[in-house]
T-cell receptor, first 114, second 116 residues
Framework: DTAVSQTPKYLVTQMGNDKSIKCEQN?????MYWYKQDSKKFLKIMFS???????INETVPNRFSPKSPDKAHLNLHINSLELGDSAVYFC?????????????FGEGSRLTVL | AQTVTQSQPEMSVQEAETVTLSCTYD???????LFWYKQPPSRQMILVIR??????QNATENRFSVNFQKAAKSFSLKISDSQLGDTAMYFC?????????????FGKGTRLSVIA
């Protein structure tokens, strides 16, 4: 069983469209994250949720909206896609209480905006 | 804010040889974790090794070991007996340790190529 799973793994779309990426973890963790990896491979935190509550919201355009229906799921919705949104988006999870600090990552979702 | 610096964008090593990847970080925290993650061409982020700042002993995982110098804020990764499967991007990462959740802060990565 995949611990952190993201769908879709690849997404090609036109500028201006709206798209969503879904993430689910079956590890029982209470914290989930979205990271963006740009074309130079730099990984930057976007959002973090702890028990469905938004904890971290970095400087990200309002077009990006995370949603956590329960602590096992964290979805990312992007409105009005722009060329600069092309990247790989990683979902991750960790156990906050008694944490060893380790993040478990999904396989990433490669978004290409044309 | 914490920063992580990896000064070697690319490195290469012959199969079976040893290579060391550098990482320095900047923080005013005294209690934190440090990590090395590996990202092979498959894109998956894989934890290689983890160090808790309060532990003086350097972490070791099979062929992977670290040289943790807390005063110098240095955390290098040594890969012994390099294998072709070690070819990947390697990211050094920092996380504050406290009761709330904090994100990993990553360096820009080092691309390692193992040559047959």
């Amino acid at each position: 069983d995949t611990a952190v799973s993201q769908t879709p793994k690849y997404l090609v779309t036109q500028m201006g469209n709206d798209k969503s990426i879904k993430c689910e973890q079956n590890l029982g963790h209470d914290t989930m994250y979205w990271y963006k990896q740009d074309s130079k491979k730099f990984l930057k935190i976007m959002f973090s949720y702890n028990n469905k509550e938004l904890i971290i919201n970095e400087t990200v355009p309002n077009r990006f909206s995370p949603k956590s229906p329960d602590k096992a799921h964290l979805n990312l919705h992007i409105n009005s896609l722009e060329l600069g949104d092309s990247a790989v988006y990683f979902c991750a999870s960790s156990q906050n209480s008694g944490s060893t600090g380790e993040l478990f990552f999904g396989e990433g979702s490669r978004l290409t905006v044309l | 804010a914490q920063t992580v610096t990896q000064s070697q964008p690319e490195m290469s090593v012959q199969e079976a040889e040893t290579v060391t990847l550098s990482c320095t970080y900047d923080t005013s925290e005294s209690n934190y974790y440090l990590f090395w993650y590996k990202q092979p061409p498959s894109r998956q982020m894989i934890l290689v090794i983890r160090q808790e700042a309060y532990k003086q002993q350097n972490a070791t995982e099979n062929r992977f070991s670290v040289n943790f110098q807390k005063a110098a804020k240095s955390f290098s990764l040594k890969i012994s007996d390099s294998q072709l499967g070690d070819t990947a991007m390697y990211f050094c990462a920092f996380m504050k340790r406290h009761s709330g959740n904090t994100p990993l802060v990553f360096g820009k990565g080092t691309r390692l190529s193992v040559i047959a």
